[in-house]
């Protein structure tokens, strides 16, 4: 019906959104002079080399010719800006991820150490440079200083690696250091390892930041560009020893930018945002990450510091927008410290277990696995693609094997769900599940069967809104802190009251619950009892509308609300309202469609549901986009 005549038009769209956000500007690596390439199954990274002749890095500029990562593609797609004409950034740098420590911006940020202490002409120590001449002005980054001495920099580079080597024969006035780092690149993450020594005979206090110039696939910031943190953003304690005089938080209240509890949403393109220092809360101790998205090309980074970050800053333009954790370090002489950063890398339909990167899991990854197998890194039978179990650790062996069976044949196409019911009966008191054997049962239904109707693809299930619901009594839902996937047609009937429940489980207390529902304002809405999520899109119109809510959070151990997209007839949607709450769905309340847990009288659904689906992983936005086409293959064991 409904479903069927959009077949042809949504085919068209994918088509479309496949050309549009995998071509665009995928070239070959590298594009840069003075760069190497490392690869990782379908992960590119063009690195710069600071043994180059051509090296741009290693000038005494305020940025490190260390772990300079310039591009990097997954599937072909963008995720940094770093033209190759150095477009509107200044020439000493050309974007990309460079790392610079002791900034000192701000009143509460460390400048290099031995600057404050000396005076003009004096040498002070810039970590990840060298060693610098003052000058008789209080310290600015942006200033070249005279070079008394570049720290030498040996780089040894593996095809999936590289391991850089820093060091300085002197000292500035007793402060002097030795940095080392490996980047490694891992189908869809890069991860950099690094070891900073005090080698000098003082005490200092440094400050590590990495300028992340993100650009998704080309697309200028704003709309469709959205920051998203483990955390509601709030004002600091007090952090020792750098303690600020003001702190606060500072976000623009202006059309072009809003927040919502912890979230940063960029609605219009933007011209350029005031610099925006985020706080954690006091009792937050939850893993120190982000994750930054573009809905349109539909991807995201995932970035994490092993090592709390005193705070995030986030500087924005219309060409990229740079959230960074600073790192705040103290090491007295001899000591040395490890920490990492990782960035993850996602777009629509990537499959990390696809070790030869050809869409599909199937025999050809169990091949080149078997030649790879048991071999690690610097074999000569390594094959850094394999080695994708979690966590990945650098060998091919059975956990690299499960992690491929577990995504056995998957292609780019929806995976089989967990529970569906398609409603297609035509008489009755149950609905079968095509997926597994949860036989959902029909209470307070008609007896003479007219509630079984023409659905959106062939049957649908027809609910009076007063008393009807449907309820899996064996099955509980997709329960925990899990990821998880809800899809299914839904048309409201005429005259019908809104709020509506359309599919439940869980307890009903905060964060204990998960309902997907029509609110007062006939949206699409996402409760957990304590936290919503609304989409803007009305859906309660008395018209055929396929709706879908996928969780699938930045830190799998800490989920949100603010980690649920909502869809509307294949299309994402922007967030209209936002109560967060952490997520963990209670394994008690079975899963039903058409009325909530909670309420006896005004959360009864009133129209016709069809074709319902629950998922125990996140879909893409292609995936959903199959389902409401009907171009899904999968139609039951």
Known sequence: MVKTTFRFAIAVLLLLIV????????????????????????????????????????????????ANVLRVQLNGQEFLYSP????????????????????????????????????????????????????????????????????????????????????????????????????????????????LTNTGSKTFTTEQYIHNFLTFSGKPVGPDYIIGFPYNLTSSPEIEPWSPPVRRLSIASTPQVVRLANMIIYKTRVTSVPKIWV?????????????????????????????????????????????????????????????????????????????????????????????????????????????????ADDEIDLVDLAALASCWRRNGTPPAPVAYWPLDETGGSSAVDSANDHVATLHNFPTDDSQWVAGAASGGLQFDGVDDYVEANDYHGVTGKSPRTVVMWIRTATGTQPPMALLAWGQASPGSYWQLAVDSNRRLKLDCDAGTIVAGKAVGDTQWHHVAAVLDPIDRENPHVSDVRLYVDGMRQPVDQLIECEIDT?????????????????????????????????????DIQHIYAGTDPWQGP
Request: aromatic content about 10%.
């Open 279 to 391: 706080y954690k809360p006091e009792d937050y101790a939850g893993r120190d990450l982000f994750g930054v998205e573009q809905t349109d090309t539909a991807q995201r980074l995932v970035i994490e510091s092993s090592l709390p970050a005193e705070y995030v800053g986030i500087w924005t333009t219309d060409y990229q927008v740079s959230p960074e954790q600073f790192l705040i370090i103290t090491l007295a002489p001899g000591e040395h410290i490890e920490f990492t950063r990782t960035y993850v890398f996602q777009v629509d339909d990537f499959i990390r277990q696809d070790c030869t990167g050809d869409g599909t899991v199937d025999a050809c990854d169990v091949s080149a696995m078997s030649v790879a197998w048991l071999s690690k890194a610097g074999d000569t039978k390594w094959d850094p693609g394999c080695d994708i179990g979690e966590p």
């Open 586 to 622: 209670a394994e008690t309340g079975a899963l039903r469609m058409g009325r909530a847990h909670y309420s006896e009288t005004d959360s009864h659904f009133g129209g016709t549901i069809d074709d319902v689906r629950v998922y125990n992983r996140p879909l893409s936005g292609t």
């Open 84 to 195: 190759v004409d150095g477009g509107v950034v200044s020439p000493g740098y050309v974007g990309g991820l460079p790392m610079e420590f002791d900034i000192g911006q701000e009143e509460f940020q460390p400048d290099p150490p031995g600057y404050v202490e000396g005076t003009s002409g004096s040498s002070f120590l810039k970590i990840g440079v060298g060693i610098l001449r003052r000058n008789s002005s209080a310290y600015n980054f942006m200033t070249n200083y005279d070079v008394i001495e570049l720290a030498d920099t040996a780089a040894t580079w593996h095809s999936d690696r590289v391991h850089f080597a820093q060091t300085l024969s002197g000292t500035a006035n007793g402060y002097s250091y030795a940095l080392e780092e490996d980047v490694i690149v891992k189908n869809d993450r890069i991860i950099m390892n690094y070891v």
């Open 19 to 66: 050309s549009r956000t995998g071509l665009v500007l995928a070239q070959d690596l590298p594009v840069h002079a003075g760069t190497r390439v490392l690869r990782s199954g379908g992960l590119v990274v063009e690195v710069g080399d600071p043994n180059s002749p051509e090296c741009r890095w290693n000038r005494g500029l305020r940025f490190s010719p260390v």
